[in-house]
């Protein structure tokens, strides 16, 4: 029985592998005002050496303004941004199991303003922790919001089928239990 249950449900990621939880400015948003920066969150802690960032913009033009930031789980990327447009921000790292998680973020800039460079972080000062301190690149933080929810490889909730699993098999312990329980 518990066989055929397991059957029917789907696949879910494995715990050791690593996936996009969020970024800054999100998927498919479309935002007036340039960012300083562009931030993605992870599920876990993102190793420095096993990491590519790639940001481009309109026609394929580069628009990383420096190199990555790694704090913990979160990478900070310094944006440059150019004309308005699609901005695609590309992501290939390794999870603590080897498996290569790759992927992206697309977002419209409306407008072709730069962002303001009193904003943007110097080259030489870390991005700020969620606390509000300085973190030096590659530190892990534990500080800050709780991490969300993981999700599956097609950005769907894991955990209301973790629910419905949970649900099933109390449903099938407790019909297992009567069933014993009436031929006492």
Do not use: C
């Amino acid at each position: 029985m518990a066989l055929g249950v397991s059957l029917l449900l789907p696949a879910t990621p494995a715990a050791a592998h690593n996936s996009l939880t969020g970024s800054d400015p999100a998927d498919g948003a479309r935002v007036a005002a340039a960012p300083a920066r562009i931030e993605l969150r992870f599920l876990s802690r993102v190793d420095p050496a096993t990491t590519k960032i790639t940001v481009v913009g309109p026609d394929n033009v580069p628009a990383a303004g420096a190199a990555p930031r790694f704090a913990g789980s979160r990478v900070a990327v310094p944006f440059k941004p150019g004309k308005a447009g699609l901005y695609i921000v590309g992501y290939q790292l390794s999870s603590s199991d080897g498996h290569p998680v790759k992927g992206e973020v697309r977002f419209t800039l409306t407008t072709g303003t730069p962002a303001d460079p009193s904003l943007s972080p110097s080259p030489s000062s870390p991005p700020p922790s969620p606390s509000g301190g300085p973190v030096a690149p590659g530190a892990a933080t534990t500080a800050g919001p709780a991490v969300p929810a993981a999700r599956s490889d097609d950005g769907t909730p894991v955990w209301p089928w973790l629910v419905v699993a949970g649900l099933v098999v109390a449903g099938l312990g407790a019909a297992l239990l009567r069933r014993r329980a009436t031929r006492s």
